[in-house]
């Protein structure tokens, strides 16, 4: 099975600055389609997750602008361009393209300086 | 407008069963496939099992031959039947549709005598 690493595990930002995350996956995440399915979730505290980013950069409706998600193979990143309040939560990474099962990664949580 | 609401969770001693529902609105359930997803507490997401638009369906080797899942075309319903729970099992348990696009808001279970 597919295994998903995420760095850093505890992410302190301040306010208005950028925050990267890092995702890391055993295997390649090209599908034969030619596609990599590679999404992007946020958990804000008390809420359910929210999805952000499918296949490696789609930002999903109603996502802000100022996330952006990048990489290809195992490498993965996801870029927060201004942090703001409402950011806070934790963010994980999960694959779909070796599915099932499903993996998700052990989540970065961000707070604010 | 895409709709998911667990119901079902609750106090249940270890070896006992439960069955959770998650009713869906705005989409047809038998359409896409499904999953369900649990986290414990103050733990990480983890994906539980999956059924497809043509019936199959696939388990976390963590609850393979324990949960069983299932959906009511009638009812544009979906469930999980959760037998032998272990104090491990204890989580809240939340819905998702199909690449995780939309989720509930998820049901607690306590696994403890």
């Known amino acids: 099975d597919v295994v998903m690493t995420q760095s850093p595990l505890s992410l302190p930002v301040t306010l208005g600055q950028p925050a990267s995350i890092s995702c890391r996956s055993s295997?390649?995440?090209?599908?034969?389609?030619?596609?990599?399915?590679l999404n992007w979730f946020q958990q804000r505290p008390g809420q359910s997750p929210r999805r952000l980013i499918y296949k490696v950069s789609n930002r999903d409706s109603g996502v802000p602008d100022r996330f952006s998600g990048s990489g290809s193979g195992t490498d993965f990143t996801l870029k927060i361009s201004r942090v703001e309040a409402e950011d806070v939560g934790v963010y994980y990474c999960m694959q779909g393209t070796h599915w099932p099962p499903g993996a998700f990664g052990p989540g970065t949580k961000v707070d604010i300086k | 407008e895409v709709q998911l609401v667990e119901s079902g969770g609750g106090l249940i001693q270890p070896g006992g069963s439960l069955r959770l529902s998650c009713a869906a609105s705005?989409?047809?359930?038998?359409?896409?496939?499904m999953s369900w997803v649990r986290q414990a507490p103050g733990k990480g997401l983890e994906w539980v099992s999956v059924i497809y638009s043509g019936g199959s369906t696939y388990y976390a080797d963590s609850v393979k031959g324990r949960f069983t899942i299932s959906r009511d075309n009638s009812k544009n319903t979906l469930y999980l039947q959760m037998n032998s729970l272990r104090a491990e099992d204890t989580a809240v348990y939340y819905c998702?549709?199909?690449?995780?696009?939309?989720w509930g808001q998820g049901t607690l279970v306590t696994v403890s005598s």
């Open positions: 705005g989409f047809t359930v038998s359409s896409n496939y």
């Open positions: 998702a549709r199909a690449e995780l696009d939309y």
């Open positions: 295997q390649s995440l090209v599908y034969s389609d030619g596609n990599t399915y």
